[in-house]
């Protein structure tokens, strides 16, 4: 039982390039999400999804594209990377929606953007 | 919109002290959870604690335990004994019936030996 795993765990963009980040939980959770981490900020979401074939924005999409076609897995694009975007994003899991289960975390990306 | 406000952007402690930190929370909602977050240099984030705001009686885990004020709007955590490893980033987050965690900017807390 991994529980939530992200790759890559460190990742060099130069400004334009798309890239997509991974997750993938083997916990059978319904809700999963993205979140960003910036220092001072705290982590804020980025998109999330309550199901397969369910997605929805969170606090900061612009410039994330998100799909879920599995319950497993919950890819996060970058459409075209921008300085802005350099930060730690997190992907979580949890049963139904976070309404008082406990998130699970993947291990965090970080993100440089040149 | 909900929001989570720490209000203590590092806090110090020396070992086998006790230490509060901070949150405040803003929500129109009546029912809702509570959580606070350990995240350590790894950069895991891990629960340390959860609350119901329904159940009156405060959360304890170990060491750990809050002091919720619902009235107050407040949610502080308190921890005993201080260890050496619990220097991390410190997390309140907010659950409502949006499902989404809303997440506070966190607090340092630096054990001291």
């Known amino acids: 039982n991994a529980g939530v795993t992200q790759t890559p765990k460190f990742q060099v963009l130069k400004t334009g390039q798309s890239m997509t980040l991974q997750c993938a939980q083997d916990?059978?959770?319904?809700?999963m999400s993205w979140y960003r981490q910036d220092p001072g900020m705290g982590l804020r979401l980025i998109h999330y999804s309550v199901g397969a074939g369910i997605t929805d924005q969170g606090e900061v999409p612009n410039g994330y594209n998100v799909s879920r076609s599995t319950t497993e897995d919950f890819p996060l694009r970058l459409l075209s990377a921008a300085p802005s975007q350099t930060s730690v994003y997190f992907c979580?899991?949890?049963?139904?929606?976070?309404?008082?289960?406990?998130?699970?975390f993947g291990q965090g990306t970080r993100l440089t953007v040149v | 919109a909900q929001t989570v406000t720490q209000s203590q952007p590092e806090m110090s402690v020396q070992e086998a002290e006790t230490v509060t930190l901070s949150c405040t929370y803003d929500t129109s909602e009546s029912n809702y959870y509570l959580f606070w977050y350990k995240q350590p240099p790894s950069r895991q984030m891990i629960l340390v604690i959860r609350q119901e705001a329904y159940k009156q009686q405060n959360a304890t885990e170990n060491r750990f335990s809050v002091n919720f004020q619902k009235a107050a709007k407040s949610f502080s955590l308190k921890i005993s004994d201080s260890q050496l490893g619990d220097t991390a980033m410190y997390f309140c987050?907010?659950?409502?019936?949006?499902?989404?965690?809303?997440f506070g900017k966190g607090t340092l807390l630096t054990v001291n030996p």
């Open positions: 916990m059978n959770h319904e809700y």
């Open positions: 979580a899991s949890s049963i139904s929606g976070g309404w008082g289960t406990e998130a699970f």
């Open positions: 987050a907010f659950s409502g019936s949006n499902y989404k965690l809303t």
